[in-house]
C-alpha cells in the first residue's frame, strides 16, 4: 500500500483568513525588529500541542491532564472535547501532541499522541490514537488505537513525542525512553525510536528494519532520548527532530532510515548528578550519526516549527523552537540544513514555551507550559 501524495490543507495560508486577537500587544526587541505579542487564550492547564482547523475555524489545544480543547478565531476556550481517550497524567505524561489527517477535508480525522497505562507494575508508554471531528466539533468520534510503544517502560518520564504527516501521507511518531537509557539501543523496543506508519497504524513495506528477526519493523531511527519537537522541513520535505539531552547536549536530529542517532553511548551530556553518563564512549562514536545540531548547555528544547510563509520576510528560512528551562523562544537561521545564526525570544516573559507553530495567517502561535497557561500570538511590526 502506497499513500498518496497530497498538498497539506494548512499550507494554503492565502486562502484561509487570518486569526484575530483581542488582548494588547506587547513590544519586545529583536534583531528583526519589534516583536510583538498579544494573548489569544489564556487559563489552559498545561497546554501541549496545537493544530489549526481549515477555513479559520479554530484551533484545538492539548492540555496534559487530558483535555482537548477548540480555542476559536477570536480566542475563545471551549470546553473539553468528547470522545477523547483516557491518559495516565502522572510526570510527564498526560495528553501531548495533535495533528489532523492530511485529508482532513475529507476524512476529518484526529490524531493525538497520549501516556497510556497499563504496563507491569504500573507503568507507561506513549500511545497514537484517531478519531473523527464531529460536524458540530464538540467530540472525537469512533476514537481507535493505531498505536502503542511497546513495552511500557515509563514510571512518568520521557514520553516524547510529536506527531508529522509527510508529503506522501507517512505518519512519523518521535518517541522518548521511557527514561530507560539502554532501551534506545535495543531495536526489539520502541523505546527512544522514531517510528514510521501509515495514516491506519499499519507498517509501510519499505521501513528499514522490516522482517528482521527481533526488530520492531515500525522503526525509522534510534539512539534518541527525549523527543520534544519535530517538524517536516517545507524546503527539502525531510522530518527534523529535537531531543533533551540529561545535563547539557539538546539535539537537532534529521533522522535517516535505519541511522542510530547514539544515545546513551554518543552524547554531549553528562547526568543531572555531574557524573559521567556510565555507557558513554564521548560525543562521536564510530558508527552513529553526530547531531545535526547541539546545544551544549540544555535550553529543554521542545516544539519546533519551519517558518515559511510570506507574511514576514525576516524570518524566511528560519527554523523556531521552544525551549522550558531558559524559557524562550529560539530563533535559527538556515543556510540550506545548516544552523548559521541564533537569537533568543520572549525571555522577559519569564514562560516556559512548550511549543511553537506557525498559523496560517504567517503569525507564530506558541504554548507556554503552566498552570494558567497561554496560547500566545506573536508576530514582527510592519
Not at 489564556?42 to 492540555?63: C, K, Q, S, Y
Not at 525531510?238 to 533533551?244: A, F, G, I, N, V
Amino acid at each position: 500500500m502506497t499513500p498518496r501524495t497530497w498538498i497539506p490543507t494548512l499550507l494554503a495560508a492565502a486562502l484561509l483568513p487570518l486569526l484575530a486577537h483581542a488582548a494588547p500587544e506587547q513590544a519586545f526587541k529583536s534583531e528583526e525588529g519589534s516583536l510583538k505579542v498579544s494573548t489569544l487564550a489564556e487559563g489552559l492547564d498545561h497546554p501541549w500541542g496545537l493544530a489549526f482547523l481549515p477555513e479559520g475555524r479554530g484551533i484545538l489545544v492539548t492540555e496534559r491532564p487530558g483535555n482537548l480543547r477548540l480555542i476559536s478565531a477570536e480566542g475563545k476556550v471551549g470546553a473539553p472535547l468528547g470522545g477523547v481517550p483516557e491518559v495516565w497524567a502522572k510526570g510527564q505524561g498526560g495528553l501531548l501532541d495533535v495533528v489532523l489527517s492530511p485529508t482532513f477535508k475529507q476524512d476529518r480525522m484526529v490524531y493525538l499522541s497520549y501516556a497510556e497505562g497499563g504496563g507491569e507494575d504500573g507503568k507507561a508508554g506513549t500511545a497514537v490514537g484517531r478519531g473523527r471531528l464531529s460536524s458540530d466539533m464538540a467530540k472525537l468520534e469512533d476514537f481507535n488505537v493505531i498505536f502503542r510503544q511497546q513495552p511500557k517502560l515509563s514510571t512518568g518520564n520521557h514520553f516524547g513525542s510529536r506527531l508529522v504527516f509527510d508529503r506522501d501521507g507517512y505518519l512519523f511518531i518521535a518517541l522518548g525512553e521511557n527514561n530507560q537509557r539502554e532501551t534506545s539501543q535495543d531495536l526489539d523496543k520502541l523505546q527512544g525510536k522514531v517510528v514510521r506508519l501509515l495514516p491506519d497504524g499499519t507498517v509501510p513495506k519499505d521501513n528499514p528494519f522490516v522482517g528482521q528477526n527481533n526488530v520492531r519493523p515500525e522503526i525509522w531511527s534510534f539512539g534518541h532520548r527525549n523527543q520534544q519537537g519535530a517538524a517536516l522541513n517545507p524546503w527539502t520535505g525531510e522530518l527534523w527532530t529535537d531531543e533533551h539531552g540529561p545535563r547539557g547536549g539538546d539535539e537537532i536530529n534529521i533522522p535517516k532510515p535505519g541511522k542510530n542517532y547514539g544515545w546513551p553511548i554518543a552524547t554531549h551530556g553528562i547526568n543531572y548528578s555531574l557524573l559521567p553518563i556510565p555507557e558513554a564512549r564521548g560525543e562521536h562514536v564510530d558508527g552513529m550519526v553526530d547531531p545535526h545540531h547541539v546545544w551544549e548547555k540544555s535550553p529543554a528544547i521542545s516544539g519546533m516549527a519551519f517558518y515559511d510563509n510570506p507574511r514576514f520576510k525576516a524570518w524566511d528560512h528560519n527554523l523556531f523552537i521552544g525551549a522550558l528551562a531558559s524559557q524562550e523562544l529560539i530563533r535559527l537561521e538556515l543556510d540550506g540544513d545548516k544552523v548559521v545564526h541564533e537569537e533568543r525570544l520572549l525571555g522577559e516573559l519569564g514562560q516556559r514555551i512548550r511549543d511553537v507553530r506557525v498559523g496560517p495567517d504567517g503569525y507564530l502561535y506558541v504554548l507556554t507550559d503552566a498552570d494558567d497557561g497561554a496560547l500566545l500570538k506573536v508576530g514582527l511590526a510592519q
